[in-house]
Nanobody, 116 residues
Framework: QAQLVESGGGSVQAGGSLRLSCAAS?????????MAWYRQAPGKQRELVAA???????NYADSAKGRFTISRDNAKNTVYLQMNSLIPEDTGVYYC?????????WGPGTQVTVSS
């Protein structure tokens, strides 16, 4: 059973919006402290985009501040990433991530493509 599954990616024009969802297993969601979104652009390393704690505290990469919003619905075991004012540099595969103890959990990723 997949622990994290992303959805909501797609192709949009610059200036558009997308909302990504990460559905987590109940077990993982209940015991993890932080959930995060990472992205990997072609030819680049995976980088943190945004993270949210169990209490709802958030932090963002500088490139995401003011445009992206991370949120969580604990009743649905789901984390969201609302992305507005998208630019071509936001193109990449977006991954949901959490860590429990010494175990890292990654989703399979969802592709986001922003055209100019």
């Amino acid at each position: 059973q997949a622990q994290l599954v992303e959805s909501g990616g797609g192709s949009v024009q610059a200036g558009g919006s997308l909302r990504l969802s990460c559905a987590a297993s109940r077990r993982i969601f209940s015991i993890s402290d932080n959930m995060a979104w990472y992205r990997q652009a072609p030819g680049k390393q995976r980088e943190l985009v945004a993270a949210i704690s169990r209490r709802g505290n958030t932090n963002y990469a500088d490139s995401a501040k003011g445009r992206f919003t991370i949120s969580r619905d604990n009743a649905k075991n789901t984390v969201y990433l609302q992305m507005n004012s998208l630019i071509p540099e936001d193109t990449g595969v977006y991954y949901c991530y959490t860590r429990v103890g010494v175990s890292n959990y990654w989703g399979p990723g969802t592709q986001v493509t922003v055209s100019s």
